[in-house]
């Protein structure tokens, strides 16, 4: 079946630091993969996706590049700030289309002044 | 204006009680879900609705029921709550079922308490 794994949190970090949170998944063919955050208090919001492999998706200074060879989508940001220590989660969409996103367990971090 | 509303924010009940959730939505969106967190985060789906027809039921007690009046309206219903059922629940909505976009707009969630 298909499946996300991400690395175990919590992950606390100094503001400036550089951050990767790891991901890898299983599925078959070509799924569609995503970062979502989730900030205290609120519902999840999609951060960044990728959909096809050797992509790279960025926003608010964050990547992740879509790797099929290792079978992963590593998120990574070269310097953190306070406002975005958050729950972070990385999805995958199955090939064909489904919306049935598939979510990994979340990695909550935590970035101090 | 709140694209995914949900109400309430905060529900505390006693075992075996009956009790609600609601959920809009106002983006015009096919397709709403109802998805659980539980305390260590973990994200599960229960339901999916595309134009008011289920189309994901995943391995989910009966005492869940859903109900969709109508696309942008999806509630659940929760019978006979247990303390296993405290947690977060939380509502979203997607453009169109099958379009593999990816991208889920979520409400703010509802926690649920069972005492």
């Known amino acids: 079946g298909n499946s996300v794994t991400q690395m175990e949190g919590p992950v606390t970090l100094s503001e400036e630091a550089f951050l990767t949170i790891n991901c890898t998944y299983t599925?078959?063919?070509?799924?569609?993969l995503f970062w979502y955050v989730q900030y205290p208090g609120e519902g999840l919001q999609l951060l960044l996706k990728a959909t096809k492999a050797d992509d790279k998706g960025s926003n608010k200074g964050f990547e992740a590049t879509y790797r099929k060879e290792t079978t992963s989508f590593h998120l990574e940001k070269g310097s953190v700030q306070v406002s975005d220590s958050a729950v972070y989660f990385c999805a995958l969409s199955p090939q064909g289309g489904s919306e049935k996103l598939v979510f990994g367990k979340g990695t909550k971090l935590t970035v101090n002044p | 204006d709140t694209a995914v509303s949900q109400t309430p924010k905060y529900l505390v009940t006693q075992m075996g009680n009956d009790k609600s959730i609601k959920c809009e939505q106002n983006?015009?969106?096919?397709?709403m879900y109802w998805y659980k967190q539980d305390s260590k985060k973990f994200l599960k789906i229960m339901f999916s609705y595309n134009n008011k027809e289920l189309i994901i039921n995943e391995t989910v007690p009966n005492r869940f029921s859903p109900k969709s009046p109508d696309k942008a309206h999806l509630n659940l219903h929760i019978n006979s709550l247990e303390l296993g059922d405290s947690a977060v629940y939380f509502c979203a909505s997607s453009q169109a079922s099958g379009a593999g976009t990816g991208e889920l707009f979520f409400g703010e969630g509802s926690r649920l308490t069972v005492l």
């Open positions: 599925a078959t063919g070509y799924p569609s």
């Open positions: 983006l015009g969106h096919d397709t």
